[in-house]
């Protein structure tokens, strides 16, 4: 999203609108003709975006702290690592 950004803010509004508003619209358009799919589809689509969130939120978190704990015992000196 940076790219469009860089456009400007406009253009970063309009395509998260777009982004979001033309999959639901696709995905209703489907659900008439194949409910079934369409119900699957978006069930596996929540699992891989919760499992993804997962692995983000673990690699910053639990794997940031056992590199910041590496750190501390080869120097020995306590320092403190600061997370964005």
């Known amino acids: 999203m940076s790219y469009y950004l860089s456009i400007g803010f406009f253009m970063l509004v309009l395509m998260k609108v777009v982004l979001l508003v033309l999959p639901v619209f696709v995905l209703e ?4 003709r194949r409910t079934r799919f369409v119900h699957v589809m978006l069930r596996l689509a929540i699992v891989a975006y ?20 590496d750190l501390t015992s080869v120097s020995g000196v306590s320092q403190t690592c600061r997370l964005r």
């Open 29 to 32: 358009w489907c659900r008439r």
């Open 50 to 69: 919760v499992s993804i969130y997962a692995f983000g939120f673990l690699h910053l978190n639990v794997l940031a702290s056992d590199r910041t704990e």
